[in-house]
């Protein structure tokens, strides 16, 4: 409980929520609690602001060099893109390439290395990952005759690092792995996996949708090719994503989408392609998006992000210790190193169940498979229900998730 008051005192949560305007909302009734984070984020005033005065003073077509309003919108649409290149401390803005989310991104990068994939090769993908770090494979498997190796877990939910050793072999051309699990909570150890894989000679495509709201990448310590996520998840707009790549490789891929802004010159003989990053940014973006992703960047790093770090474990404990006073209840992923993620089942009572009532008492979760039917199989469930925390949650939201579940317990025991 130090530790918590500690990241508390020096997060001020309070005051944060006061930059979440609909943290004041009611719901059926009740001022909302908002446990769905994993899911979605919600957004600061600073990035609504963001938006609003991008709209306001500043809204045209980005790169045209025709006029004023055109400049400072390109401005600050290339201001958000260096924000991110900071963010993530990629070298160059040439490697941040806009994309309109983690799925966008996965998709782009699979269909980008097809032309480096042939018959018998083989692309590591973990048990845990959301479809969109599956799917985009199998597609991408099925065009070029290469071949999806899943990477086991543990009934903790962990990743099995002996079998992924055994795995990672002469035919492994790809991994794409996610640095934290959306449906349990998992923090994998990216840093190890990638570092074995690169000498190697694999390309590491990390998905780190469920990790950038909790702690900050950094892709040259982490050694990837390729980081992806989404802006809506970081506490920034929906439709913008970011893909992080690095730059030889996405020199060598061909474009994904063809049409304005990715070329250089167009004729009917031949046509050639803009330099990076705008050969994989084809049409007008989403530029309104791009500044308030950016401005939910710089409202993240304005805070103690060691402070948050603790204050979102001191949530999660206190969840965990919460546990053995709902009966039949299950925490489903169980890792050592977890983000404030807790995902469960509780005995006799279906998940969506659990997700309707709770709603009516004004507190938001998310029921289902999240994504990641493999992972559901392995723990042999139809899905989970799951709270999600981000740091303007408190402790005292953790005790009416816990009374309203053994309110709910009750009803169904009786
Ligand atoms: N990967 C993970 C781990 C996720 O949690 C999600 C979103 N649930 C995605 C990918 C897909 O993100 P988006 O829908 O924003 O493209």
Redesign the pocket.
């Known amino acids: 409980m130090t530790d918590l008051a500690a990241g508390k005192k020096a997060l001020n949560v309070e005051a944060i929520r006061k930059d979440f305007p609909i943290l004041s909302e009611t719901v059926n009734g009740k001022p909302l609690v908002y446990l769905d984070n994993?899911?979605s984020a919600q957004k600061p005033v600073q990035v609504l602001d963001a938006m609003d005065r991008y709209y306001r003073q500043m809204h045209s077509n980005v790169h045209r060099g025709a006029h004023t309003l055109g400049d400072r919108a390109t401005a600050a649409f290339e201001g958000a893109r260096d924000t991110v290149r900071q963010f993530v401390n990629a070298r160059s803005t040439r490697e941040i390439i806009w994309t309109?989310?983690?799925?966008?991104?996965?998709n782009l990068v699979a269909n980008g290395l097809a032309g480096q994939l042939s018959e018998g090769d083989e692309i590591l993908v973990s048990q845990m990952?959301?479809?969109?770090?599956i799917v985009p494979w199998q597609m991408i498997a099925e065009r070029t005759g290469a071949v999806i190796r899943p990477i086991p877990i543990t009934p903790e939910g962990e990743l099995d690092l002996a079998a992924f050793d055994i795995l990672l072999g002469e035919k492994t051309r790809v991994l794409a792995l996610?640095h934290?699990?959306?449906a349990l909570g998992t923090i994998n150890p990216i840093e190890k996996l990638i570092r074995k894989a690169r000498d190697k000679g694999v390309i590491t495509v990390i998905?780190g949708?469920?990790a950038v709201p909790h702690f900050k990448p950094d892709v040259q310590a982490l050694g990837c090719d390729f980081y992806?996520f989404?802006g809506?998840?970081l506490f920034g707009p929906?439709g913008i994503?970011v893909l992080y790549g690095r730059e030889e490789l996405l020199e060598a891929m061909p474009p994904y989408q063809g049409g304005g802004e990715m070329i250089e010159r167009v004729s009917f003989e031949k046509t050639t392609w803009n330099t990076l990053p705008y050969k994989f940014e084809a049409g007008t973006p989403a530029i309104a998006e791009a500044v308030g992703l950016g401005a939910a960047i710089n409202y993240l790093e304005s805070l103690d992000r060691k402070a948050v770090e603790t204050a979102e474990q001191a949530l999660l404990q206190h969840a965990n210790k919460l546990v053995e006073t709902v009966p039949g209840m299950q925490v489903i992923g169980t890792a050592a190193n977890k983000v404030p993620v807790m995902s469960f089942k509780i005995e006799g009572l279906h998940p969506s169940d659990i997700g309707t009532l709770l709603d009516q008492q004004g507190i938001a979760i998310r029921t289902g498979h999240?994504?990641a039917m493999p992972l559901m199989d392995f723990f042999s469930v139809p899905g989970t229900a799951r709270a999600s925390f981000a740091f303007y949650n408190t402790l005292d939201e953790v005790e009416q998730l816990f009374a309203a579940l053994q309110k709910i317990q009750r009803l169904f025991a009786d």
């Open positions: 994993g899911a309109r989310g983690t799925t966008e991104a996965i990952e959301h479809h969109a770090n996610t934290v699990s959306n998905d949708a469920q992806a989404s809506h998840k929906t994503g999240h994504c």
